[in-house]
């Protein structure tokens, strides 16, 4: 959906998590809205404030809507929430809806399945999302070396960067 408080959250909390074990190497991580409403803008300051507060940076980071080549170009697209999920679900072409999956699909054992929207709370809310955010990251980056290994080399030598987007929704969940 907007692009200005979750996904920005987790595009930042995942390269620096990436980055921090030495993987910044082997992934790129964006994010990207269901919506144009906030294109172009950057993140929520209460999200930037959060971040800031425990060394992360949202520099360089703007809302974005998805684009069709982003089903095409990216290997992992990740929905903060099943709104967003069955959105990306509709226009995502059908080769590629097997890219499709929670975030916090990668968080099996926590007690909730969707990154909550802040938006409308406060301070507490963006530090939830934030905790989320990191413990999902720490897991997706743990299972992906098996993934990675499965794909086959390319075709230049170099190895395969898994490019991962993670989306979010606009709006009252």
Avoid at 52 to 58: A, E, L, P, R
Wanted: net charge negative; hydrophobic share 40%; with cysteine.
């Amino acid at each position: 959906m907007a692009n200005i408080c979750r996904s920005p959250m987790a595009e930042s909390v995942a390269r620096t998590i990436a980055d921090s074990e030495g993987m910044s190497n082997l992934y790129e991580f964006y994010s990207a809205a269901t919506i144009g409403h906030f294109s172009g803008q950057i993140p929520d300051d209460r999200a930037r404030q959060v971040l800031s507060k425990y060394g992360y940076t949202m520099a360089g980071i703007k809302a974005r809507m998805i684009s069709l080549r982003d089903f095409e170009r990216f290997d992992l697209i990740l929905a903060m929430d099943r709104k967003v999920f069955f959105s990306l679900h509709g226009i995502c072409p059908v080769e590629h809806r097997h890219k499709l999956q929670l975030f916090l699909d990668y968080l099996p054992d926590e007690a909730v399945d969707e990154v909550p929207d802040p938006y409308y709370g406060n301070l507490d809310g963006f530090e939830h999302v934030l905790d989320l955010c990191e413990k999902a990251t720490r897991a997706l980056l743990a299972t992906s070396p098996s993934m990675i290994a499965s794909q086959p080399e390319a075709t230049d030598g170099w190895s395969i960067i898994r490019q991962i987007i993670l989306l979010v929704g606009l709006g009252k969940n």
